[in-house]
């Protein structure tokens, strides 16, 4: 057999032409990187979205899927967070499927399901989800529901005719020491065996090929008014891609030389988490395993009434909400909230030189 013989060899040399091409990205544009570590970072991105696309749409099976990890601390991209887990199982609308969890630490997780096309576009709306507000969670903390066309018994998210995927999200107030929700999944009635054909493989590679143009499509982001959180928007009725649609959100930017320190200022409505990070303008965060480069509502310090102040700068002010740029002189800041009470207050913010403490 000769490469010339299968269709799938000639979509494979469009795949690896368009990882090649997503070096441009890094380059190229007006909103191309300015710094060396961001730049680099960008190679890390393109291999990061390459592996989803595989996860998601060349090794995925609908007919027998299983969950998987598609964001991490090695796989940063779509605007990842130190605080979470995410995991991302194939769905055909015309099955039944049985998922089982148990909670752990979580204090926050959900199911939802995503529509659109199945041709590695990214999702165009949800078609439902379940959290931990609508399961029935026994006492050991397990818990279990339907995915089908059709209703069910118990707890059950009807999959309509567009439905290609689920996503689950579990957050922790401490991610490193906290347990981990375990999610399961199973098709009822999956075929007893499985062979692979060259037109199937080939739409596989196709479907890979259009989400990494997707993707490279959104970044990298402009940086925006330097040095401003903008104002948050509420939970929103309709998302894009794949967005949680339990959560409150506000994007900013710093951009500050070695002596500044970025405070912003705020206050959070009651919710069940809420969350900064820092972000390079390919929508993922600094590397956390050696400085805190996010912070949730569980680490933050609060002040007596209640309000929170946190400090961006490129070394230590002396304060216990201080976040570091990881030596990143400039990017981006995301605020999220989940199960708000009300669409939080924008934050304010301001510049100071160190060492100022006594401005903060």
């Known amino acids: 057999m000769n490469p010339g013989d299968l269709e799938t060899s000639a979509v494979f040399g469009e795949l690896v032409d368009e990882v090649r091409a997503l070096e441009a990205k890094l380059y190229d ?16 991105w393109i291999f990061s979205i390459l592996q989803v696309a595989f996860d998601a749409y060349v090794w995925a099976d609908t007919a027998n899927p299983r969950f998987v990890d598609i964001v991490g601390p090695y796989k940063k991209w779509g605007g990842d967070n130190a605080d979470a887990f995410y995991q991302y199982a194939p769905i055909d609308p015309r099955r039944t499927y049985r998922v089982r969890g148990k909670k752990g630490d979580a204090v926050y997780l959900s199911l939802t399901v995503y529509g659109g096309p199945d041709d590695g576009h990214y999702s165009e709306r ?15 903390g397990t ?65 890979a090929v259009t989400w990494l143009r997707d993707q490279a499509n959104i970044v990298p982001l402009a940086l925006g008014d330097p040095n401003t959180v903008d104002e948050p928007y509420p939970v929103p009725q309709q998302t894009f891609g794949w967005a949680a649609g339990d959560a409150a959100y506000a994007m900013g930017s710093f951009d500050l030389a070695d002596d500044d320190a970025l405070v912003i200022k705020g206050r959070s409505p009651e919710c069940a988490f809420w ?30 009434d209640g309000s929170w102040t946190i400090v961006v700068a490129h070394r230590d002010p002396g304060h ?21 009470s009300e669409t939080p207050a924008r934050p304010t913010t301001r510049v100071v030189e160190l060492p100022s403490s006594s401005d903060i």
């Open 29 to 44: 544009g007006p909103n191309a990187p300015r710094d060396e570590q961001s730049v680099l970072e960008g190679y890390k």
């Open 275 to 304: 969350n900064m990070c820092l972000w390079n303008q390919f929508l993922h965060t600094y590397n956390y395993d050696y400085e805190r480069v996010t912070i949730n509502g569980g680490q933050v310090q609060y002040e007596d």
């Open 320 to 340: 216990p909400n201080w976040v570091s740029p990881a030596g990143h002189p400039r990017g981006r800041i995301w605020f999220r909230w989940f199960y708000p």
């Open 143 to 207: 818990f279990e529901l339907v995915l089908s066309p059709e209703p069910h018994e118990g707890t059950w998210l009807k999959l309509e005719p567009d439905a290609v995927c689920a996503i689950t999200r579990d957050y922790l107030d401490d991610p490193v020491h906290d347990r981990r929700l375990e999610w399961h999944i199973e098709a009822v009635d999956p075929p007893a065996t499985y062979r692979l054909d060259d037109a199937e493989l080939a739409r596989r590679f196709r479907a």
């Open 126 to 140: 949800i078609v439902g989800t379940v959290n931990d507000r609508m399961l029935d969670i026994a006492p050991d």
